[in-house]
């Protein structure tokens, strides 16, 4: 076990970071943040901690510290700004995040090295360091998906002004996201050059934004297990898809597609619909969910009933009916 | 007017006390359609109101605007006594101002016991520093993890009938549960004040009056509630006090009985024609 890991050390550390790449992009667009900014994040954490370790000479704790900060504090101003536009309009307004962030490292001049990047960014950071700061990153994640946050997050996404009627900031929730995405994309970005030692414009930009979309997509966007399936796939498949050269880029393609397709929920949803479907069966007989009625209750339904009561659809019995004519009664006697 | 629930349940006339609510010409215009046009009224603590009017009357605008979802063009909203104009709707939760929705509102990846527990984290007296951890609070993992299930989650879900539902999630339980599971997440809350808007819709005649002697049982423990409701004997059953709307305008008020033998409420709903005729 421990040869294969250190014969496939750099697929290691990619997945490492890919993986925490990917939860930028997944902490957003679970709190229905359609942001990319995560990958600008990367972007800029690289480069910032490159710089640090270069310059300020900090080790490799306080450079990642540091750069998680300043990339947060990008995203916070990032998000003030455009946390109010929704769907493809804050999407593309990300994606221009980002392409500034390889412009700005393109054209920084020697301070970022312009095309050929940054070299000799030699600081004492292990892949065994790597790892527990990834799986640190990936238990807070996982706990913010439970729990009041969890709960909060998913109203945020699901419906705005039942969170907001249910006592959530969602301005705040919605900033963020954005804090937490720039965050851990400035970490994604800190490990990686500090494991590769060199950083480029090659190595940021558009193409990062399609692999962490590609790696949530088909793994899954609601959880951070989906997050860790795609991250493990599409790190480690252009490895194993070595033998067929240069086709290797159509079946990534047709995989992607496929899963677009078939899996809107990715991997993770499917698994979810098949647990919760042996749940039902489970559980036995369902209370059988009814067709919304129209709430056009109509003119007649003013008038009362002879009996004092207006007409309704009868349904079965439910579970809870006793309990509830026993509560009914108890509160009329 | 004010009034107040005698023995009977019947309401009378009363002199005013501290309004929970009290709106002053409320307007919500939508370029030229006034949808809301000048209300003014105000609840009383530990009574149930209700709201009547036909469809587009503005009713359920008006909880919107009450609730800041919806943007006033004009009018003053107080909340015990003090303008909530500045506060957002989140704000106004927080102080203990729970509603449900004229149509089901459920996140469909949670179960019961998290939608219902989604109102009780935006209950303003969660998790007091007096409080002790006892171990129906749950362990601090339980918590952490989201399943611990309070006591007072627990309570509401016995108050609406869904024990056995727990572990449900949306899309397998009929509509009228749904409601329930809406009813159950405001209760949570712990409001001040409860808007209920067409609660009962999707339910049967049992459903109906389990609903309605919940809502006597919560005004009994003092809850000022305002329920907007087509259901007439629902609310000549439930309410002390409504309101009849019709063109975003108040057109009576009252006891229930009276207001739907109103003349101008039966033409709103029935047309000029049918009081001719009748």
């Given at each position: 076990m421990i040869d294969f890991f250190n014969s496939n050390l750099v697929l290691v550390q990619a997945t490492l970071a890919g993986l925490v790449l990917a939860l930028s992009v997944q902490v957003p667009l679970r709190m229905g943040v359609f942001s990319f900014a995560g990958a600008g994040s990367y972007g800029l954490g690289g480069y910032a901690a490159a710089l640090l370790v270069i310059h300020l000479e900090l080790n490799a704790f306080e450079a990642i510290g540091l750069t998680m900060l300043i990339t947060a504090?990008?995203?916070?101003?990032?998000?003030?700004?455009?946390?109010?536009?929704?769907?493809?309009?804050?999407?593309?307004?990300?994606?221009?995040f980002d392409l500034i962030i390889s412009v700005v490292a393109i054209n920084g001049g020697t301070f970022t090295g312009e095309s050929t990047g940054l070299y000799g960014?030699?600081?004492?950071?292990?892949?065994?360091?790597?790892?527990?700061?990834?799986?640190?990153?990936?238990?807070?994640?996982?706990?913010?998906?439970?729990g009041r946050v969890g709960r909060r997050s998913q109203a945020v996404r699901d419906d705005q002004q039942l969170a907001a009627s249910a006592g959530v900031n969602v301005r705040r929730y919605r900033l963020m996201a954005f804090v937490v995405s720039g965050a851990l994309g400035g970490l994604a970005g800190a490990m990686n050059v500090m494991v590769r030692t060199t950083i480029g414009p090659l190595d940021i930009g558009f193409g990062l934004i399609v692999l962490a979309l590609t790696m949530i997509i088909v793994g899954g966007a609601m959880s951070w297990k989906g997050a860790v399936l795609g991250a493990i796939i599409f790190t480690w498949l252009p490895h194993f898809l070595d033998f067929i050269g240069e086709w290797q880029n159509l079946v990534y393609g047709i995989i992607v597609a496929l899963a677009a397709i078939f899996l809107p929920r990715g991997i993770h949803g499917v698994i979810v619909d098949i647990i919760r479907s042996v749940?039902?069966?489970?559980?036995?007989?369902?209370?059988?969910?009814?067709?919304?009625?129209?709430?056009?209750?109509?003119?007649?339904?003013?008038?009362?009933?002879?009996?004092?009561?207006?007409?309704?659809?009868?349904?079965?019995?439910?579970?809870g009916g006793a309990a509830a004519t026993q509560l009914a009664r108890g509160a009329k006697s | 007017?004010?009034?107040?629930?005698?023995?009977?349940?019947?309401?009378?006339?009363a002199p005013s006390g501290n309004p929970v609510l009290e709106l002053t010409d409320v307007a919500v215009h939508f370029g030229g359609v006034k949808a809301v046009d000048g209300i003014t009224l105000r609840l009383e603590p530990g009574l149930v109101y209700g709201i009547i009017g036909p469809n587009g009357s503005g009713k359920t605008t008006l909880i919107g605007a009450i609730t800041r979802l919806t943007k006033l063009t004009r009018g003053q909203l107080l909340f015990d006594g003090s303008s909530y104009l500045g506060l957002r709707a989140s704000g106004l939760a927080r102080l203990g101002v729970a509603r449900t929705f004229q149509t089901v509102r459920l996140l469909p990846d949670l179960d019961v016991v998290q939608n219902i527990m989604l109102g009780f984290d935006g209950r303003s007296d969660r998790g007091d520093a007096g409080e002790p951890r006892t171990a129906e609070r749950g362990s601090l993992w339980g918590r952490a993890i989201g399943r611990s299930t309070r006591p007072e989650v627990a309570d509401a879900i016995a108050r609406t009938g869904l024990e056995g539902f727990e572990r449900y999630y949306p899309s397998e339980l009929s509509y009228g549960t749904q409601r329930r599971v809406e009813i159950a997440r405001a209760i949570a809350m712990n409001p001040r004040l409860l808007l209920l808007d067409e609660p009962t819709a999707g339910m049967n005649q049992a459903e109906r009056a389990e609903i309605s002697a919940l809502m006597r049982e919560l005004r009994s423990q003092g809850l000022c509630q305002l329920l907007v409701e087509h259901d007439v004997?629902?609310?000549?059953?439930?309410?002390?006090?409504?309101?009849?709307?019709?063109?975003?305008?108040?057109?009576?008020?009252?006891?229930?009985?009276?207001?739907?033998?109103?003349?101008?409420?039966?033409?709103?709903y029935l047309g000029r024609k049918w009081r001719e005729h009748a």
């Open positions: 504090f990008v995203g916070l101003l990032l998000g003030l700004v455009i946390s109010r536009l929704n769907g493809l309009y804050l999407a593309m307004a990300t994606v221009a960014v030699i600081v004492d950071f292990t892949t065994t360091q790597m790892f527990i700061l990834t799986l640190v990153a990936l238990v807070l994640v996982a706990l913010s998906e439970r749940q039902r069966k489970r559980r036995g007989t369902l209370d059988k969910p009814a067709p919304d009625p129209s709430d056009d209750a109509g003119p007649e339904e003013l008038l009362p009933t002879s009996s004092g009561a207006p007409s309704s659809p009868p349904q079965q019995p439910v579970p | 007017m004010t009034v107040q629930p005698t023995e009977q349940g019947a309401p009378t006339a004997q629902m609310m000549i059953d439930t309410c002390d006090y409504v309101f009849a709307m019709n063109t975003g305008r108040l057109i009576a008020e009252g006891e229930p009985r009276d207001v739907v033998q109103n003349p101008l409420v039966q033409e709103a």
